[in-house]
């Protein structure tokens, strides 16, 4: 049984670029939820799809947008990238749009010098 | 204010002990609540749901007190493998906001 897989692990970039990060959702589940955890902190709600569209969005900037895919899959895009936009990126999985039961992946860590 | 207060220790603990910490809350509006556990460098793991009747899992005992906006979680007999950073998680309302997580509480088990 597959769990929450993203890609890549690791990734560096410069102030101003764009970023996309990627997830699957672990198998029977169809609703992904990313996160943002800075360093020492908790981590803080991106946004979730569930049926191909952004359902539930927290307190993001339009800079991070994000896709769902027919398969379940997602992306996060950030766009412009800050220095305070260096986090690990979380993204957890779920049956059914809403916040119980979910599974974490590994994340991504970006760097962004 | 935060929605979610935890003190972040860390909490240095030898083996065998009895740890407790707890959690505020500030929404009188959180309708679900969780403590998870989160290794270093790894993703966070649901460890239980907390319930306002309590609920215990092996060594684990976790409490709602709805009146005074708090959560506890209880460690009896503590292993090594119990050091990890425990998140205390609340649902506010409908979800608008996802899981709202505190900082956490960074416990160390010592031999």
């Known amino acids: 049984d597959a769990g929450v897989t993203q890609s890549p692990t690791h990734l560096i970039k410069t102030r101003g670029q764009q970023v996309t990060l990627r997830c699957s959702p672990k198998s029977g589940h169809d609703t992904v939820s990313w996160y943002q955890q800075a360093l020492g902190q908790g981590p803080q709600f991106i946004f979730q799809y569930y049926e191909e569209e952004e359902r539930q969005r927290g307190n993001f900037p339009d800079r991070f947008s994000g896709h769902q895919f027919p398969n379940y899959s997602s992306e996060l895009n950030v766009n412009a990238l800050l220095l305070g936009d260096s986090a690990l990126y979380l993204c957890?999985?779920?049956?059914?749009?809403?916040?119980?039961?979910?599974?974490f992946g590994p994340g991504t860590r970006l760097t962004v010098t | 204010r935060k929605e979610v207060e935890q003190d972040p220790g860390p909490f240095n603990v030898p083996e065998g002990a009895t740890v407790a910490f707890n959690c505020t809350y500030s929404?009188?509006?959180?309708?679900?609540f969780f403590w998870y556990r989160q290794d270093c460098r790894k993703e966070p793991k649901l460890l239980m749901s907390v319930y306002s009747s309590g609920n215990e899992d092996g060594r684990f005992t976790a409490q709602l007190n709805r009146a005074s906006q708090y959560i506890s979680l209880l460690i009896r007999d503590s292993k090594l493998s119990d050091s990890a950073t425990y998140l205390c998680v609340v649902i506010i309302g409908g979800g608008a906001d996802g899981l709202t997580f505190g900082k956490g509480t960074h416990l160390i088990i010592q031999p």
């Open positions: 957890a999985s779920s049956l059914g749009a809403g916040f119980y039961e979910q599974y």
């Open positions: 929404n009188s509006a959180s309708q679900s």
